[in-house]
């Protein structure tokens, strides 16, 4: 159910939007049709609008193929609570009110159901999983709950597959009934969560961002008859599919246009090799020994023996690369090429591969009609040997194009299987007298079960024919040719370091700036050729690099280089291939780090040692992890460091949190004699299970590491210092800024560096700490110099121009007010040279706080309101409380009392609906003493104290010292000396402690001669 305000989806039977809380309109159970809120029977069928929905779509378990069912249910636990990649379809049917209008309620559901089991039957056609049907459309989603690793590509074809079987459906009822009917889809890439699946297979889900959102938005977008969908679809389905760009599309709910592609048709590419070569292959390096292999299995076969090669390799390594360079290399000349490639959803279509091989030999183009393909075949194969003749009926039965009326479909499913799998066998050993032939079949792990009886009948019949047999799988593949004498197995693996930098050098260029990024993409790709190109291509497509391919060059630093999104997915994929409690251990593993101690292994599975021990050993065979130590203790270590985070990624942060705390607890429990060895691996594991006072207690011990977790791995998400002190949550977001600190200098992390110092003075400001906060406020305005200054480094301002205006407020509160005036006035200068709206705003609110400090307060209105003005023509409403309070408060300063209660009042409003935390004691402060200069002394008393309790609680120390002097002023005017004194006390404690000089002078004065 789409809600008609914000367009979120939910789930279908909610009353009220789950996004926004607007009612949702009714809709029939029967038709889809909308229902008045007092509507006891629908309008358009009649059915009563309480009633069932139709048994044909009551639930996923109905209509969802058998063997997809059975693998969501085996693993519906490992499943469930998971963070997938997945691509979101929604489709419908356009005109479904004027299909049912003026018919039988019956009479309509014959009609408008097919349109739904054509698109279902497409979705199931490529295995995703038809999560909602909506009346007259459907939801459906690939990649989850099963991962896959092309989900885009997948929906894609779907979609194509859906307009396919609808259009004919739809000429058969405009000859039947004279309607007409079109459907619509819109596609979205993106993550989601897993929340349950149901027995009845129905899962709930909480979709991350705008995932659902906006493959509803396209949807609606789309004309009938056409499919679009978003970029993010596109980078994982590109080459695949051929697309026409529609620009940069405004959508309701987004903040900026999205770029949208409408779906025209299938592309010519069908493996990921052939998507690479209409890029531009990179160079071929490394395989030199397995060229070599390859050639030698030639030298046998050109002698009449035949062979059977295997290349076996992890994805990514390179084997269809292998194959292709020794296929277009002058070894094959004169030979037959034959090639084909299973898909990974090729299992639920037999034949698929060996059709394609047939289709290669016979030279079939997609457009060739019927009587050309029978054309074809029957000349070839009479041409070859007129003792083929009796395999042309079989071969045409499995091209499809074999008459229904051939008395060889007479022939049961079982005898026409094995007639046709030896009808082929026969050709092909016949082509083979003529001239050797090369067969290719790749990917077998995606093979399917009657492709695969041809290759073992294949494969027994080589020994004697000049056949040379290639193919590739992953290793989780298993055949029986192992024992045959002519059968050779090559194994690849990942590029050597040197090896790979020689594959990146054309790929990136020479640039001087690019030296590091290659050490940095090799180490974190493991020479994983395919990943090492997509990583790159992820940079250039976020600007990370800039340039062409072959001269790029580095724009910024990339700091913590994201898995890209190509790459997540295969490597989820594969991990979601495990059994259940293998993944389940894998991914709990994932939590302690790439490197794994047995001790802590066995702390946090929750299983018996034994059964710790059978599953570590299934990994091992999976190869996803291997024994690195046994002395002095038992250690397990991630085979790849890539495979570690996705599995890592893939839980959901509660989980997360909650074995980082199991592991702060055995760490601390097994090496209780000597814990301060550890405390680096404590920090860590403390940060991200948020026990705040347990990591700051152990990132004092640690000094600057050696070797760290990357800062992306440890402030990722929304915990990050910027958004805990916006939240008033100081201590967390102090702790996570010393840490993001600590770490950037080991990573050559400059922007980390910059935006760590600036962090750490806005907190630090926040509590009180104006000297430590000065100190690397005034790093970075050292460092931020010449090109530097226009820098963004990520932040909605410019660093060199915030952290000059956070470096003011703490000198002006420090009484150091020349400098502090300099700095405001570079501020200004630089936002106004930089032309940024953002930075100016805050330059002034800066200068203007400056002068209300100094009490001067006609100057700080001044500088004030030009900050507000700027603050409202860029719509900046996150500004608006930084600027607007200290305005209030200098405006009731200066005599001005309803101007500036009015904008206090507005501030802190909006500061609270902001849950802007952060300061919000000082900005209590202004407007209790704006309230008491107006003569409203029992308002300024409750916000005095308001203030004093919001400071205390927030750890404002600074803040805190303004609130017990105003409580004192207030006392004082009341005429109670004794908690006058006592707050000024206090206050000037406080102050005195803080450096305070200015605040320290005024409190003297007040004890020297009480008010």
């Not at 044909?56 to 193929?65: A, K, L, M, R, V």
């Not at 084997?319 to 090429?337: A, M, N, Q």
Request: charged share 25%.
């Amino acid at each position: 159910m789409t809600c008609p305000r914000c367009q979120h989806v939910n789930r279908a039977g909610a009353r009220f939007c789950e996004e926004c809380g607007a009612p949702l309109p009714r809709a029939c159970n029967a038709c889809g049709g909308a229902l008045s809120p007092t509507a006891k029977f629908c309008p358009e069928c009649a059915q009563p609008a309480g009633g069932p929905a139709p048994r044909q779509f009551g639930s996923p378990e109905s209509y969802t193929p058998k063997h997809l069912a059975e693998r969501i249910l085996t693993s519906k636990a490992a499943l469930e609570g998971e963070r997938k990649q997945v691509t979101v379809l929604f489709a419908d049917l356009k005109g479904s009110m004027e299909l049912l209008a003026d018919r039988d309620p019956e009479d309509a559901r014959k009609l408008l159901d097919p349109v739904l089991e054509r698109m279902m039957d497409a979705v199931h056609r490529y295995e995703g999983t038809v999560n909602q049907v909506m009346g007259d459309g459907i939801m459906a989603l690939f990649g989850a709950p099963i991962a896959q690793e092309d989900h885009a590509r997948r929906a894609c074809y779907a979609a194509l597959r859906m307009h396919d079987g609808v259009g004919r459906y739809a000429d058969e009822l405009r000859r039947t009934h004279g309607v007409d009917v079109q459907i619509r889809v819109g596609i979205n890439s993106g993550d989601v969560v897993v929340r349950s699946i149901g027995s009845d297979l129905h899962m709930d889900y909480t979709a991350v961002g705008q995932t659902t959102h906006l493959a509803a938005r396209m949807e609606q977008l789309a004309r009938p008859g056409t499919t679009l969908m978003s970029g993010a679809t596109l980078r994982g389905a590109e080459g695949y599919i051929e697309v026409k760009s529609l620009g940069p599309t405004p959508i309701k709910g987004l903040p900026e246009p999205v770029e949208v592609y409408e779906v025209v048709g299938a592309g010519t590419v069908r493996t990921r090799l052939q998507a690479s070569v209409s890029r531009g292959l990179t160079r071929f390096v490394g395989r030199d020994a397995e060229i070599e292999q390859l050639r030698r299995a030639q030298e046998q076969v050109s002698r009449g023996r035949g062979e059977i090669v295997a290349v076996v390799g992890e994805p990514g390594v390179g084997k269809s690369r292998l194959f292709y360079e020794f296929i277009h290399s002058h070894r094959t000349h004169g030979w037959l090429v034959l090639e084909s490639s299973s898909v990974s959803y090729g299992k639920a279509a037999p034949w698929l591969p060996l059709v394609d091989l047939l289709k290669g030999y016979f030279k079939i183009g997609d457009r060739d009609d019927t009587r050309t393909i029978r054309a074809k075949v029957t000349g070839i194969l009479l041409t070859l040997d007129d003792n083929l003749k009796d395999s042309i009926a079989p071969v045409l039965w499995l091209l499809d194009v074999l008459p229904e009326d051939h008395e060889f479909q007479r022939l049961d499913r079982r005898a026409r299987r094995t007639v046709a799998l030896e009808a082929v066998r026969r050709v092909f050993l016949r082509e083979s007298v003529s001239q050797p032939l090369l067969v290719v079949f790749e990917d077998l792990h995606w093979i399917d079960a009657e492709t695969q009886a041809f290759l073992d009948a294949l494969v027994e019949s080589l020994p004697s024919a000049p056949v040379l047999l290639a193919v590739n799988y992953r290793p989780e593949y298993q055949h029986a040719w192992g024992g045959k004498t002519y059968y050779r197995q090559l194994r690849i693996d990942v590029l050597p370091p040197a090896t790979a930098e020689a594959l990146l050098e054309p790929l990136l260029g020479d640039h001087p700036s690019l030296a590091p990024l290659r050490r940095l993409l090799v180490d974190r790709t493991e020479g994983n050729p395919l990943f090492l190109e997509e990583s790159v291509r992820a940079l250039a497509e976020t600007h990370v690099l800039v340039g062409e391919r072959g001269s790029y060059r580095l724009a910024r630093d990339p700091g913590a280089i994201q898995v890209p999104a190509t790459v997540q997915a295969i490597l989820a994929a594969r991990i979601d291939r495990l059994p259940p409690d293998d993944k389940r251990l894998l991914q709990t593993a994932s939590v302690i780090g790439k490197d794994l101690p047995w001790t802590l292994l066995l702390a946090i599975a929750e299983l018996p040692e034994d059964e710790l021990r059978r599953g570590l050993g299934r990994l091992q065979a999976a190869e996803f992890v291997y024994e690195a130590k046994l002395f002095p203790d038992l250690e397990y270590t991630f085979k790849h460091a890539l495979t570690h985070e996705v599995a890592y990624g893939s839980l959901l942060h509660d989980r997360r949190r909650l074995v980082h705390g199991q592991l702060v607890d055995a760490i601390e429990r097994i090496h209780a004699d000597r814990v301060a060895e550890h405390a680096e691996r404590l920090a860590h594991h403390a940060f991200r299970g948020e026990l705040w006072s347990a990591a700051l207690r152990y990132l004092e011990q640690t000094g600057t590491p050696a070797s760290q977790p990357s800062i992306d791995a440890v402030l990722g998400g929304p915990e990050s210092p910027g958004n805990l002190w916006w939240r008033g949550m100081h201590q967390r977001a102090l702790a996570l800024a010393m840490w993001e600190r600590a770490m950037a200098p080991d990573f050559g992390n400059f922007a980390g560096m910059v935006l760590a110092n600036f962090r750490l003075g806005q907190i630090n400001h926040s509590l009180g700490d104006y000297e430590r906060a000065a100190v690397v406020l005034a790093e970075n305005v050292a460092v931020l110099d010449g090109d530097l200054r226009g820098q963004t480094f990520g932040l909605a301002g410019l660093p060199s121009v915030l952290s000059r205006a956070w470096l003011v407020l703490c000198r002006a509160e420090q009484g150091a007010f020349e400098e502090a005036r300099a700095l405001a006035d570079e501020a200004v200068a630089i936002g106004i040279a930089q032309d940024h709206l953002f930075s100016l705003v805050v330059a002034h609110a800066a200068s203007g706080g400056l002068h209300t400090r100094r009490e001067q307060f006609a100057t700080a209105i001044a500088a004030l309101e030009q900050g507000l003005v700027l603050q409202r023509v860029a719509d900046l409403a996150i500004l608006f409380p930084l600027v607007a309070a200290p305005l209030g408060w200098a405006y009731a300063r200066a005599g001005r009392h309803d101007e500036g209660l009015a904008l206090l009042h507005e501030a802190v409003a909006r500061a609270e609906e902001m849950q802007q935390a952060a300061n919000h004691a000082l900005r209590l402060v202004w407007y209790a003493e704006a309230q008491q200069l107006a003569g409203h002394a029992d308002a300024a008393r409750r916000l005095a104290l308001q203030a004093l309790e919001t400071a205390r609680r927030s750890g404002e120390r600074g803040h805190e010292a303004y609130a017990h002097q105003l409580v004192g002023d207030l006392a004082s005017r009341t005429g109670d000396n004794d908690e006058a004194g006592e707050n000024y006390r206090t206050a000037l404690a406080l102050a005195q402690r803080l450096g305070m000089r200015p605040l320290t002078a005024a409190l003297a004065s007040r004890l020297l001669s009480p008010r």
